[in-house]
């Protein structure tokens, strides 16, 4: 049975918008802190309340983090290291210093692997609101 021409796209619209509803803030990639290296945690959360989730995400030499997104955050490194990074740009190595902060204000996404001899941490902070 054809329905109507008419019919067809009112239903087309509904469908849309309901994905547009059920889709909003879905990410396909994990947050940091369900993203790990081989089946491991590589972040623990240090402060979680209404405004702010910490958390800090350690990296031994040969771990990374699999692709994640990231909300808005600053971030802050405790032990710096080498690593490689993949992302929207492309892939590049980086040193990345003790002391070093960085920020986004919005969503970004990235893969990253520690490539150094040394043990790297960072703090993430990822606003709420």
């Known amino acids: 049975m054809k329905l109507p021409q008419k019919l067809d796209c009112t239903y087309l619209y ?4 309901l994905l547009l ?9 994990p947050d940091p802190l369900e993203a790990g290296w081989n089946g491991e945690a590589v972040c623990e959360v240090i ?3 209404e405004n702010l989730r910490v958390l ?3 990296f031994a030499p040969n771990v990374g983090h ?11 490194t405790l032990a710096g290291g080498k690593f490689r990074i993949t992302d929207t740009t492309g892939t590049r190595e980086v040193d990345v210093p003790t002391g070093y902060s ?10 990253v692997l520690n490539i150094g001899k040394t043990t790297a ?5 990822e606003y709420k609101k």
């Open 21 to 29: 509803v059920t889709c909003k803030n879905k990410h396909i990639l």
């Open 56 to 58: 800090k995400c350690t």
């Open 121 to 125: 941490v960072f703090l993430i902070m």
């Open 102 to 111: 960085f920020s986004k204000d919005e969503v970004t996404s990235h893969e």
């Open 14 to 17: 509904l469908v849309l918008l």
């Open 47 to 49: 402060e979680d309340n």
């Open 66 to 76: 699999e692709k994640h997104y990231h909300n808005p955050h600053f971030g802050y």
